[in-house]
């Protein structure tokens, strides 16, 4: 059988603009270009800026990861000014790393991927009453009754008669690789709809410490501008911590009784796809939640595991550790930038030349990072697999919590390697979601106690002295290790670059010619209908791309596009 | 350019008669319930045909195309966080969001098939959102969606439209990737449509509404479509193309802080005693006076208790004003045109050792000798010394 080229240009349901091409042989794919879409030249905007302001134009870098790119650049200028914050703005700056978190997982399990394991209406073929059944052998939440599922299934059939289907128009409804039955569908649906409502509780902590979401203003470089004082009516008081406990209590119960049991029985009833979707298995993560202002103890750790060997892990453990700093490179041989180099990023340039794509050459704006030489794959499951390297006691709790849930189903013992797959990553999301809600508990719980000791200081005052300062932060973000690199001069900004979770992720090839994550992850996926790649999606997804993308056919061996319209 | 009455009387959305089978009634039937109901209000029955286009015209939800260009997604996210209405009923009850890459179930060419199909559809009565620049450097290179620049997106799409709106600071005006030096040459919708010539299909310009913010407040836009689709016209809008009702007043003319500011009670630095007593925030550098938006009034997230920048206690950065967002720095002096402060107030945060030169850093001296330099308009003096450095700087660039 002869290789067939399929384009994915636009991937929908990531944020940004992503290509992904493949060749397709025998229903496998057999290759892989990943190619990032946009450029936007933020880090040459950033030159000759005050650091100060740094973090308000990083921030915009996304709006699907808000606060991250903000919290990090603060990290970066205060790592290069070797400034320590106020305890009160750590824990602040750590409640919404933590609600923002939240969100951001919950929104991408249902929102952004459960469409491509969930066939909506398929739902409308389902018995609420056995739907009820399925649901509470798997969760005690209250709305997992057959009324509510029954006027689930009412909205959506309504929605579908209308003949607007909307955003739900040419999903992959019907596909031979859709096999979850009628009723894990409804409840799937059900549980999307509810989402929205928990996402938003998340949200609204964020808003009531970061003064709004997305892009949160409540920063500084030396601290937080949050005023704290109990006894002013425009201030952190009682009454606005009070808020945020409320909503987080409120949004518990969706963590632990609605994702946790879902992503686990759908990641169960499709365990046909645990073998899929390994790729790069040299992980990286950042160690987070700093429990003091300095960054020297952390609530979750993180590291460098090479080739899965969790034996091997090498611990980060502080701000501004040399081990991050001095293995982190990036490579644009296979990028639409002038040159041809290999470089730290304190020394990088990133003078942009397009030149259409072309897959043995450049064919992406996202440059190639590599650790130590290899490149890495980053995200939750990085994450999760340094908290089990570090005996990090919540990671292997939930972490059990959920391989017994998934093997209460399959009625088999769940073998860890499985995490190395496109599922292990939802998986491992989840479980890492878990942790993020008690350190979101932790956090609270150490800022009243810090108050209520008297301390009400929120911010140091940054100083830039004459002369070069270089500095880094790094920040385990929703979708992984986030580093910002800064050379500060006359205390204005002389280079920034910015090493993002996705460009890990997403990179292309490196200077070794090896393939990036989303590329090597693909390989062996299998395709059963070429013209609706809908196993392609899956695995991309599982990595929560941070780009956007469309699918086009090339016939490999006429080098012309054929567009399969399936209209 | 049409008055927004003569546009407005196209139908929108796709035709519900297309439909009924759907649901259940077939064409015939509801050419006889047409009909009857043209009998029953008096009408001459050769008016069966518009009733029967009214009804229509009721039942179906108006068709939207949102496309994403140079942009974060953070204009989506923020309808996300919207309470009244929700994200769900937007999408499930009010409009058919017919195209998005964010929420899209189908992905490549599933996607560019309901784009199309859309279009088709709905020609000349969707309505177009656009998030995101368009770079108009180097062809728009910068931005591709299925091998397409916004540009050439635009052509294709934009003439069909019944109208535009522009969610947010890039779509209105650049946004971030619009600042100095604007690598990309990132440029608004309605500045883009200008460039390319791009008009709708009978030659008429297509209104653009311009909802600025970073990202745009998701009020703004849900009650800018809820005007649309109640009172059936488009909101009034000022000079820059946005609406009244959202961007009329200054943030200055709106702001709780706003007494502090009259009686002269500044916060000097973050954590000092004027900042945790609530005082202004204008010697921090803030842009409300001179930034048209509606934060303090309707604040974020729906969760009360000043729940907005200046209500947290950080100054606004003017993020939907063009030429003082992403343009002016954090903690650069707003100017003033409304009511200018009292001049022996003490100097703002602006100053930091490293940033200044020689000649400036003299004066900064100077300053710190007390309040009395700044009576004598030395302060003034500095900060035109720094303005005029930092043209310089420009103008070497």
């Not at chain 1, 002038?338 to 043995?360: L, V």
């Not at chain 1, 209908?529 to 993308?549: K, N, Q, Y």
Request: hydrophobic residues 40%; glycine residues 10%; charged residues 20%.
């Amino acid at each position: 059988m002869s290789t067939n080229r399929i384009t994915v240009d636009p991937v929908t349901r990531i944020e940004g603009h992503l290509r992904i091409d493949c060749d397709i042989k025998d229903g496998k794919v057999v290759d892989a270009w990943s190619s990032g879409q946009m450029w936007r030249g933020i880090e040459t905007i950033l030159r000759g800026r005050d650091p100060r302001d740094a973090w308000l134009y990083t921030q915009r870098i996304c709006g699907v990861c808000t606060t991250v790119h903000a919290i990090v650049s603060l990290r970066a200028v205060e790592n290069a000014l070797d400034l320590e914050i106020p305890l009160n703005a750590q824990l602040i700056r750590n409640l919404i790393m933590a609600s923002h978190g939240i969100h951001d997982h919950i929104v991408h399990f249902y929102h952004l991927s459960a469409l491509d394991w969930v066939d909506v209406p398929s739902a409308l073929k389902a018995d609420p009453k056995a739907t009820e059944k399925l649901a509470q052998s798997i969760s005690n939440w209250p709305n997992n009754n057959a009324q509510h599922f029954a006027n689930v299934q009412e909205r959506v059939k309504k929605f579908i008669n209308s003949g607007q289907l909307g955003i739900f128009s040419h999903g992959y409804w019907g596909h031979k690789a859709m096999i979850l039955p009628p009723e894990a569908n409804l409840m799937a649906t059900a549980h999307y709809l509810e989402a929205l409502d928990y996402q938003r509780r998340s949200n609204q902590i964020t808003a009531v410490l970061g003064a709004k979401t997305p892009h949160v203003q409540n920063l500084a470089v030396g601290g937080v501008a949050n005023a704290i004082n109990p006894d002013n009516q425009s201030a952190l008081n009682m009454e606005r911590l009070a808020y945020v406990k409320t909503l987080m209590d409120e949004l518990g119960g969706f963590v632990r009784e609605v994702y946790l049991p879902d992503v686990t029985a759908i990641a169960a009833l499709y365990a046909d796809w645990l073998p899929y979707g390994q790729g790069v298995t040299n992980y990286l993560s950042a160690p987070d939640f700093p429990r003091d202002g300095k960054g020297t103890e952390f609530g979750m750790p993180g590291g460098y595991i090479p080739n899965a060997d969790l034996s091997q892990f090498h611990e980060i453990t502080h701000f501004g550790d040399p081990y991050f700093e001095k293995n982190v490179k990036e490579s644009i041989k296979h990028s639409w930038y002038q040159g041809d180099w290999t470089r730290t990023p304190y020394e990088e340039e990133t003078e942009p030349e397009y030149t259409d794509f072309n897959e043995n050459g450049a064919y992406s704006w996202v440059k190639a990072p590599t650790f130590l030489d290899q490149p890495a794959q980053v995200g939750p499951l990085a994450n999760v697999l340094a908290g089990v390297a570090a005996g990090h006691e919540p990671t292997k709790r939930y972490l059990k919590m959920a391989m017994d849930r998934i093997g209460a189903i399959t009625g088999s013992e769940v073998p860890l390697s499985v995490l190395h797959s496109t599922l292990g990553r939802h998986a491992a999301r989840c479980v890492r979601t878990q942790v993020l809600y008690d350190m979101m508990q932790e956090n609270y719980d150490a800022l009243i106690a810090n108050i209520a000791s008297g301390d009400y200081t929120s911010f140091n005052k940054p100083v830039f002295p004459k002369g070069e300062q270089m500095g880094f932060g790094f920040h385990e973000a929703p979708r992984g290790i986030l580093s910002h690199w800064i050379v500060i001069e006359d205390g204005k900004i002389k280079n920034y670059q910015a090493v993002v979770p996705s460009t890990w992720n997403a990179g292309p090839r490196n200077q070794d010619d090896a393939r990036g994550p989303y590329e090597a992850s693909l390989i062996d996926n299998p395709v059963l209908e070429e013209d609706r790649p809908l196993e392609v999606l899956r695995t991309v997804h599982s990595f929560d791309p941070c780009l956007a993308c469309a699918v086009h056919l090339h016939d490999n061996e006429r080098q012309t596009v054929v567009r399969v319209n399936t209209a | 350019m049409k008055t927004t009455g003569e546009w407005l009387e196209k139908e929108i959305g796709p035709r519900i008669s297309d439909q009924l089978d759907i649901g259940g009634i077939d064409r015939r039937s509801f050419i006889k319930f047409a009909a009857s109901m043209t009998v029953a209000m008096g009408l001459p029955v050769g008016m069966s045909g518009r009733v029967m286009a009214a009804i229509e015209e009721e039942s179906a939800r108006p068709a939207v195309i949102w496309l994403h260009f140079q942009e974060c997604t953070g204009c989506t996210e923020s309808l996300l966080r919207s309470t009244h209405p929700t994200l769900e009923t937007l999408i499930l009850d009010m409009v058919s969001l017919d195209y998005s890459e964010t929420l899209l179930a189908g992905a490549g060419h599933q996607a560019e098939a309901a784009l199309h199909e859309s279009m088709e559809r709905n020609d000349g009565r969707f309505i177009l959102v656009v998030e995101g620049s368009v770079p108009t450097a180097d062809n728009g290179n910068f931005c591709k969606v299925a091998g397409q620049t916004p540009q050439q997106m635009l052509h294709k799409i934009a003439p069909h439209a019944v109208a535009a709106i522009a969610i947010g600071s890039c779509a209105s005006w650049g946004g971030v990737q619009s600042a100095a030096p604007n690598p990309t040459g990132a440029v608004g919708l309605a500045k883009a449509l200008e460039i390319e010539g791009i008009t709708k299909t009978d030659g008429s310009a297509l209104p653009v509404i311009n909802l600025p913010g970073c990202p745009a407040s998701p009020y703004n836009f849900l009650s800018t479509v809820l005007y649309y689709l109640t009172l059936k016209q488009l909101p009034a809008l000022d000079a820059k193309g946005r609406p009244q009702f959202a961007y009329g007043r200054l943030i200055h003319e709106n702001c709780e802080r706003r007494p502090h500011y009259d009686a002269g009670r500044f916060a000097q630095e973050y954590g000092d005693e004027g900042h945790r007593k609530g005082y202004c925030l204008y010697k921090l550098g803030c842009k409300g006076p001179e930034t048209f938006a509606n934060c303090p009034a309707i604040e974020f997230g729906d969760v009360g208790g000043n729940t907005w920048p200046v209500g947290i206690g950080h100054p606004c950065f003017g993020c939907s004003e063009q030429g003082v967002g992403f343009h002016k720095a954090l903690h650069e002096q707003a100017d003033v045109t409304s009511v200018t402060p009292p001049s022996m107030f003490p100097g703002i945060f602006a100053e930091h050792g490293g940033g200044i030169s020689a000649g400036s850093a003299a004066l900064a001296g100077a300053v710190a000798g007390g309040a009395t330099v700044y009576a004598l308009g030395a302060y003034d003096k500095l900060r035109r010394a720094e303005k005029a450095e930092a043209t310089e700087a420009s103008q070497q660039d």
